[in-house]
């Protein structure tokens, strides 16, 4: 199984957020957040939770579990 994520879609519809804003706004570089989206990187639990709370809803809606 492998960790996939929604976080490009999340940023989409919070206002098509760009992943530097995005970066800035959970203290990561955009770096981060691009290889999060292109499944290259796991975030931590605590970057998992900070991106759910910025986008005010559970991890696992941005986060999941792909056979």
């Known amino acids: 199984m492998t960790l996939s994520n929604n976080l490009k ?3 989409f519809n919070k206002n ?8 800035k706004q959970v203290h990561v570089s955009r770096q981060t957040i691009h290889a999060i989206e292109n499944g290259k990187f796991n975030p931590s639990v605590t970057l998992a939770l900070k991106l759910a709370e ?3 809803c559970r ?3 941005v986060f999941y579990l792909n056979d």
């Not at 098509?16 to 970066?23: G, H, N």
């Open 9 to 11: 879609v999340k940023r």
């Open 59 to 61: 991890v696992e809606d």
């Open 54 to 56: 910025f986008f005010d």
């Open 16 to 23: 098509q957020i760009t992943q530097d804003e995005l970066a």
